[in-house]
Each structure stands twice: as C-alpha cells, then as structure tokens.
C-alpha cells in the first residue's frame, strides 16, 4: 500500500522539489504501491528503483522520468507519455501499456513479460537485453516503420 505522506508530496508539489528530495535521501525505499497517479503531470521525475506495483498511471505524463529499477508490475501505464523515459532494468511484468507513447524511451533490461504493449508507439525505443513475452504486442507500432 502506498505511503500516503509520499503520495501528497508527489502529487502537491512540483517534481524539482521532489527531485531534490531523492537527491538527499536516495536509499530511502519508495512505496507507491496501488496509488492513483492517473493524469499526473510527472514530467522528468526521479522514480528509480520506487515501488508502482498495480500504481494507476494511466494518461500520466511521464515524459523523461527516471524509472530505472522502478517495480511497475500490473501498473496501469494505458495511454501515458513515457517519451524519452528512462525504463532501463525495470520490472513491468503484466503492467498495461496500451496506446503508451514509449518514443525514444529506454527500456534496456527491462522485463516486459506478459505486458500489454497494444497500439504503444516504440519508435527510437532502446530494447537492448528486454525480456518479452507477450502476446499483446498486437498493433504496436513496428520498430521500423519509425520516420
């Protein structure tokens, strides 16, 4: 369950405090475990290594957020903006990325098994040492169809 202090700071206060908040405790452990962050405009935020389990995320703005190492599994990732974020090594086993937008986003070593990536655009995507095992990978924007 989600840390409810930690949940008002993200969603009260602007990501550069937050930001500069993981800067000064970067071995605390972050749980955001179930939260509703759908919507949310996170831009550029330092996630890594932070617990999303089942995290609603869905329609967020994630755009060049640090979610290295980051635990997303059954997150709800439908529709968000993951453009240029930093996925690398991250567990999205069985998390939903349908209609995501992935463009440019590194999702290096990162575990995808049973994912949904239906319709997400993975253009630019690093996916280098992935591990897939989806069958949902139906209408996801070929890789080379990106121009």
Same mark, same amino acid.
């Given at each position: 369950m989600a840390n409810q202090q930690t949940l008002e700071f993200i969603k009260l206060q602007p990501v550069d405090k937050w930001n500069l908040f993981r800067l000064e405790h970067p071995d605390e452990a972050i749980d955001l475990s179930g939260a509703d962050l759908s919507e949310t405009n996170l831009g550029g935020i330092n996630l890594f290594r932070a617990d999303l389990s089942g995290a609603d995320l869905s329609e967020a703005d994630l755009w060049e957020a640090n979610l290295s190492g980051a635990y997303l599994m059954g997150a709800n990732l439908s529709d968000a903006n993951l453009a240029?974020?930093?996925?690398?090594?991250?567990?999205?086993?069985? &998390?939903? %990325?349908?209609?995501? &937008?992935? *463009?440019?986003?590194? %999702? *290096?070593?990162?575990?995808?098994?049973?994912?949904?990536?239906? *319709?997400s655009d993975l253009c630019g995507a690093n996916l280098r040492e992935a591990i897939i095992t989806s069958d949902q990978l139906n209408q996801a924007q070929p890789l080379d169809d990106c121009l």
């Open positions: 240029r974020a930093d996925l690398s090594y991250a567990d999205l086993s069985s &998390a939903n %990325l349908s209609d995501a &937008a992935l *463009r440019d986003a590194s %999702l *290096r070593g990162a575990l995808l098994t049973h994912a949904n990536l239906s *319709r």
